[in-house]
Nanobody
């Protein structure tokens, strides 16, 4: 079983940047696609971005295109999400997750993931 711990969230102003980190332990994630989701109060968890096992393929939600960038460092068992040009609507808890092995790409649905972190809060003030 893989454990995931997100960090790097915080309170920022509109237009600022943050880099979220997802540290995995218990199992190597190098052969798994990884995803980032977010959940705002009173809303369902929504897909943000996914990155394939070697980082060669990336898929974005429309809300993330041009502003957010996932990356990964497999030797460090870590994935990242760079958040640029943040907006108040980006305020949410951000989660990383490990996709089931060998499933359809891109994994944009919550049901396509087998392990989740506890999340990190991102708050963007106007």
């Amino acid at each position: 079983q893989v454990q995931l711990v997100e960090s790097g969230g915080g309170l920022v102003q509109a237009g600022d940047s943050l880099r979220l980190t997802c540290q995995a332990s218990g199992r190597a994630i190098s052969m798994y696609s990884m995803g980032w989701f977010r959940q705002a109060p009173g809303k369902e968890r929504e897909f943000v971005a996914a990155i394939s096992w070697a980082g060669a393929h990336v898929y974005y939600a429309d809300s993330a295109k041009g502003r957010f960038t996932p990356s990964r460092d497999n030797p460090k068992n870590t994935v990242y999400l760079q958040l640029n040009s943040l907006k108040p609507d980006d305020t949410a808890v951000y989660y990383c997750a490990v996709a089931f092995f060998g499933k359809v790409w891109p994994p944009t649905n919550v049901s396509q993931y087998m392990s989740w972190g506890q999340g990190t809060q991102v708050t963007v003030s106007s």
